[in-house]
């Protein structure tokens, strides 16, 4: 399982960026799918994450009505838009991916999720 995440960089509250997450040498159509963030001095937490069946999405409330998850199987990619940026969404974003996950178990059981590199969001007051 590899994937590349990409699209951060440094953008000023209330805006929007798209973040794009690459699969290579496997299919992402059964996997549950996940971003997820580490914040300065933080612990990485799950932020978005997708099932399988594309049928359950978990957001904790920090970004719930902000930021949504997506997949296009066809092209192995996910995106996570995120709008209404805030200076505490700043951190370093990574994808990963999983089967036989729902998306709560995803996001919230993350110590072995295997993480490729990260993208850096800046998001400046």
């Known amino acids: 399982v590899q994937l590349q995440a990409s699209g951060g960089g440094l953008v000023q509250a209330g805006g929007s960026l798209r973040l794009s997450c690459v699969a290579s040498g496997f299919s992402l159509d059964s996997y549950s799918i996940g971003w997820f963030r580490q914040a300065p001095g933080k612990e990485r937490e799950g932020i978005s994450c997708?099932?399988?069946?594309?049928?359950?999405?978990y957001y904790p409330d920090s970004v719930k009505g902000r930021f949504t998850i997506s997949r296009d199987n066809t092209v192995d990619t996910f995106y996570l838009q995120m709008n209404d940026l805030k200076p505490e969404d700043t951190g370093v974003y990574y994808c990963?991916?999983?089967?036989?996950?729902?998306?709560?178990?995803?996001?919230?059981?993350?110590?072995?999720?295997?993480w490729g590199q990260g993208t850096q969001v800046t998001v400046s007051s």
């Open positions: 997708l099932s399988s069946s594309d049928l359950e999405e």
């Open positions: 990963a991916a999983k089967q036989q996950r729902s998306a709560w178990a995803l996001c919230s059981y993350i110590g072995s999720l295997s």
